[in-house]
């Protein structure tokens, strides 16, 4: 069908809205509480258009096209209806950019400037709200809070948590918890995907920058750094290179001239992982011990598992993330090897996940009272960190993290995407079982952005049924499927994020799959192109099995590589 844009025809197809076909067509149209594949609300109200026919503002999300519609998607009179939409929303809102977290990262922002907002005409009394702290992970300001929405929608319909909803009514209206508590008193996952939505600075991570800057300050501590697989190809699009760039080597230098002591690759503790963690699957398989066998190194998927999937926490790997590893070999194996006592090394991780945050400070995660991890910087943190110190990353020569916990897998690596680590422990758990390598390490049906894959692999005589789950509402149809009877799957990955941690909560914060996706692609571009394509073969994870550790599911690789869960009841 045609309809006519400004002037002009184009062609457009039915069940598509108006936005649908500007969007193809390259005409923006501002939104606030639009999220792209969700069912539109039309509630901020800022995409109306001005139907030619019959004079009025249609809100552009939710109205369908029709054969012979006309529209002006820039009239003054909608330029005038947005305008009054964001100075209204102005009106009671702080005016703090300048110490925001968001200033120049902010959508409120961005539309004042696009719609020429220099004056105030609309004086309201400011929201007095306090801020809520009480998270290990996430902050709450809900005086910057606009009522979009995305984050209550995200929460319930992507992650299936629904930890905050509106409370209240009319120009009451807030968004929150249950009886105004704290967000730590909530089911909340920690996931960060509401922070990833958020227009403004209403919803934000709990900092450790000044934690960590005293360390460093510190002489009598020496601070070492880690740095999660997707890392590495997720920063360069915040420094102005192309999305998906590798810079690895980059970060190195960068980390150090910080004054950073040690700085090793997380990969090496997902290399780790995957060396217990196949153990146990091939343990639970040949013993006949509880199947399936799910991964454990999403802390936002095991507070989910805690909370909402109690009946399969004896499912849950007991293997702990490879932040949580990387943490414990640190410090056990490496301050042995370097004579520094425990008080004195400081640990910092760098992760693409806010959930990390809360991870790090589980009380399963110590050793005689010593957290494995001191504290966590998401993506968009060490990117302000890098900017903090100065730091030139286009004037910068690569350098090789510091060993023994700095050689990598490509099989390590591809921890980042969603099925990276299906596929890293069904190529090591192939070798274990046979005593030969995959034909073909690349395995497709685990790969992609789908929210749920499955695949079936034969290793011998054995089909290992493998499901892959990204974003946690996906979840609950597999284990309804498995409450009832189901027995053909093996293994299951869980990412509480789409995408995996490509996509994290603690990613910089883009509205845009193809970045997800391009990060992604350098993963896989990484393990096309490099030599070791195996956990099992990585020569430091060999050494220290052979000097320490002694062998997968050990005694002492059990004290300081695996935890336990157990059921979480939520207080509200």
Known sequence: MNITVNKKTIEAKKDETILDVLNREGIKVPTLCHLKGMMPTGACRMCVVEDVDSGKLVTSCSSPVYDGLRIETHSQRVNESRKMIVELLLSNHPDDCLYCVRNKNCELQDLSSELSINERRIRGRKNKLPLDRSSASIMRDPE?????????????????????????????????????????????????????????????????????KDALQNPDLKVAIQYAPAISVSIAEELGMEAGSDINGIMNAAIRK?????????????????????????????????????????????????????????????????????????????????????????????????????????????????????????????????????????????????????IRTSAGKLFGASGGVAEAAIRTAHFKLTGKELINFKLGALRGMKGRKEAKIKIGDLELGVAVVNGLANTKELFEEIRNGRNDIHFIEVMACPGGCVGGGGQPIKMDADAIRKRAQSLYKIDDNESIKVSHKNPDVQKLYTTFLGEPLSKKSHKLLHTHYQKRDVVI
């Open 144 to 212: 910057k809070c606009i009522l979009c929405g995305r984050c209550v929608r995200v929460c319930e319909d992507v992650i299936g948590v629904a930890c905050i909803d509106f409370v209240q009514r009319g120009n009451r209206t807030i968004v929150g918890t249950s009886f105004g508590k704290g967000l730590n008193t909530s089911s909340c996952v920690n996931c960060g995907q509401c922070i990833m939505v958020c227009p403004t600075g209403a919803l934000t991570e709990k900092n450790h920058f000044a934690e960590i």
């Open 258 to 406: 910080m004054g950073f002591n040690y700085v090793f690759d997380t990969t090496f503790g997902a290399d780790l992982t995957i060396m217990e963690e196949s153990a146990e699957l091939i343990d639970r398989i040949v013993n006949a011990k509880t199947l399936p066998l799910i991964t454990s190194c999403c802390p936002g998927w095991v507070k989910y598992a805690e909370e909402f999937a109690p009946d399969f926490i004896n499912n849950l790997s007991s293997c702990k993330s490879p932040m949580q590893m990387t943490g414990a070999v640190i410090k056990s194996n490496f301050i042995e090897q370097e004579k520094i006592k425990k008080e004195n090394i400081y640990s910092v991780a760098i992760m693409p996940c806010t959930a990390k945050k809360f991870e790090a400070q589980r009380e399963e995660m110590t050793q005689n009272g010593i957290s494995d991890i001191d504290a966590v910087l998401t993506t968009r943190e060490f990117v302000k960190f890098i900017k903090l110190f100065g730091i030139n990353m286009h004037n910068m020569k690569p350098e090789l993290a510091d060993n023994p916990l700095g």
